[in-house]
């Protein structure tokens, strides 16, 4: 037992190492992309299912992007959607020569469903931009989005996810505490070093020669921005994270609705072991490892085998994350109190939700899609969101 609790030390000390590492490097400078004046063909795909709520501040966004006309396109997929989805983007897309909407009559999945819109695209656009059905991306964040693809070793990027929000509660302040530290630190550290930042769900981009290198995006996958973030830097792209690229994003306000964005990341997780090329690769696929480690630690120091110090180690350098990324995000006042009034209780719920999605990640059945009106989500009051930057 003795040789077990020392190999949970060693491994415990390498997350916190690597986090305080990400903390230092996410302050270093930027590594700006230089805007050179060339525009490639872009094509943005939006693949949906049961969105209504979401759809109508989205397309309107689009609209708004600053980017040529005759350089973008847009593809939407309805994925086999039951509400009022199909009628609204049946009705924006008639009314746009450079839109084109594909229905499906049975579910595929987001990753079969981005797999198709790329397909069915007119020519051959130089880039593809995700963005999902409840993000509103800025005006001026697809201009910013694709200047790095100038180098012509990018082959995906990332923009930030801003959180938004209805209302202020334990959920949302996790949430919103979670998202900043994973890009305004995280991501923000690896762009920095050269590291290769992951893609995210939407807000991102990619270049489509390499999508067809690696055969597009997987099928039937969980997390398809990470099995594809880690093909491209496995098989020698580069990826990068832009923060400057931003597009609101609503972040989950309910339990339930946490518990099952957690479960579906770490079954994708998961399934991104495949694509590991390299230690830093196998952190990222390892995604909430970290806590089962602190977990069975805090279960050796019971049982009398190690020092209670050793929490330290973890506690330290995460209490640095949280910091930094509350500094980096600079929310409005009752938000950050509640962020650090909350934290204790939320991240002991967190490493529960982490050892369930592990179970589950073992033995849970096939997740898809998450209606978010049973879901939880609060992108239905799209006017009562709060801008995390005031």
């Known amino acids: 037992m003795r040789i077990a609790a020392d190999v949970l030390i060693g491994i415990l000390v390498l997350f916190s190492v690597?986090?305080?590492l990400w903390v230092m490097a996410s302050w270093l400078r930027r590594r700006t992309p230089t805007e050179t004046g060339r525009w490639p063909e872009v094509l943005i795909a939006v693949a949906f299912r049961n969105e209504q709520d979401s759809l109508p501040r989205l397309l309107s966004s689009l609209d708004a992007l600053n980017y040529g006309a005759e350089r973008l396109s847009i593809c939407l997929v309805d994925d086999a959607s039951t509400d009022a989805s199909t009628g609204l983007a049946v009705a924006w897309a008639r009314e746009r020569a450079n839109v084109r909407l594909i229905i499906l009559d049975e579910n595929v999945g987001k990753a079969e469903a981005l797999n198709r819109a790329l397909a069915s695209a007119a020519g051959r656009p130089e880039v593809m931009v995700v963005y999902d059905a409840d993000q509103c991306p800025c005006p001026d964040s697809l201009r910013r989005l694709v200047e790095p693809f100038a180098d012509s070793r990018t082959e995906a990027v990332c923009g930030y996810r801003r959180p938004v929000f209805r209302k202020i509660n334990a959920i949302v302040a996790y949430a919103c505490l979670e998202a900043w530290t994973h890009q305004l630190v995280n991501?923000?550290?690896k762009e920095a070093l050269g590291l290769d930042p992951p893609?995210?769900?939407g807000n991102c981009a990619y270049r489509r020669s390499a999508l067809e290198r690696i055969g597009g995006f997987p099928v039937s996958s969980f997390s398809e921005d990470i099995e594809v973030s880690l093909a491209l830097a496995g098989s020698g792209g580069r990826t990068r994270f832009v923060g400057d690229a931003i597009a609101d994003h609503a972040v989950a306000d309910s339990f339930r609705h946490?518990?099952?964005?957690?479960?579906r990341w770490s079954r994708g997780l998961m399934a991104s072991r495949r694509h590991v090329r390299g230690l830093e690769a196998a952190f990222v696929a390892a995604g909430y490892l970290d806590r089962v480690v602190l977990l069975l630690v805090t279960a050796c120091i019971v049982g009398g085998y190690v020092s209670p110090w050793w929490l330290m180690v973890y506690a330290v350098p995460a209490l640095a994350a949280v910091v930094t990324a509350v500094k980096k995000a600079r929310p409005e006042p009752r938000l950050a109190c509640t962020v650090f009034a909350i934290f204790p209780v939320m991240f002991v719920v967190d490493v529960a939700?982490?050892?369930l999605a592990a179970l589950h990640g073992v033995t849970g059945s096939r997740l898809r899609w998450m209606?978010?009106?049973?879901?939880?989500?609060?992108?239905?009051?799209v006017n009562a969101q709060h801008d995390l930057r005031s």
Do not use: F, H, I
């Open 18 to 20: 690597r986090r305080l």
């Open 371 to 381: 209606d978010r009106r049973s879901g939880g989500s609060s992108t239905a009051d």
């Open 187 to 189: 991501l923000s550290a």
């Open 258 to 263: 946490y518990v099952n964005q957690r479960l």
């Open 353 to 355: 939700v982490s050892v």
């Open 199 to 201: 893609t995210m769900g």
